[in-house]
């Protein structure tokens, strides 16, 4: 299990424009690493939404805002053109960020249970360590609770 502390395990993905993102290539700045289950889902819009809404102020505090999901490169399209989103939707239908971050497994819907994507949140700090984990992100107001934590570390 991954750990407040550890080194944030490598990756390597393109966003729906096909640019290309490394962990690597973001040393030195935070990096929220935020996992959501489904493009146009109601609690994944209100969650990234609040990233879009929080975007200049992340910026301001040498902070990255990254989305992944398993969802296509037209659906992550459509879903940041409807909704402003400044900030790459990554691409990871075959999840191997999702797995070397732990954000696949069981999850309860409505008491059904299923094996989907969990809606969580990594914080990178600059040195490449994992500084705060959300398990269990609430997608309201959470990219605040992730901006108040960046300000915390800082």
């Known amino acids: 299990m ?5 080194t944030a395990p490598s990756f390597s993905a393109r966003d729906a424009e ?8 973001l040393k030195g700045k935070f990096v929220v690493l935020y996992f959501y289950p ?6 994944c819009t209100v ?7 929080s975007y200049a102020e992340f910026s301001k505090h040498n902070a990255v805002v990254l989305g992944v999901s398993m969802d296509t490169a037209e659906s992550h399209q459509k879903f940041a053109a409807h909704h402003q989103l400044q900030f790459p939707l990554l ?3 075959d999840r191997k960020i999702i797995d070397k971050y732990e954000a696949y ?3 309860d819907l409505y008491g059904k249970k299923f094996m989907g994507i969990k809606r969580m949140t990594y914080l990178i700090g600059p040195d490449g360590k994992i500084a705060f984990i959300w398990r269990r ?6 990219a605040q609770q ?3 934590k960046i300000k915390d570390l800082e």
Do not use: K, M
């Not at 489904?38 to 609690?43: N, Q, Y």
């Not at 969650?47 to 809404?53: G, L, V």
């Open 146 to 148: 992730v901006l108040n």
């Open 18 to 25: 096909g640019n290309s993102y490394s962990l690597s290539d």
């Open 2 to 6: 991954l750990n407040i502390g550890d």
């Open 105 to 107: 497994g069981e999850e």
């Open 47 to 53: 969650e990234a939404c609040s990233f879009r809404d």
């Open 137 to 142: 992100a609430i997608p309201l107001g959470h």
């Open 38 to 43: 489904e493009d146009e889902t109601p609690g």
């Open 91 to 93: 691409i990871d239908s």
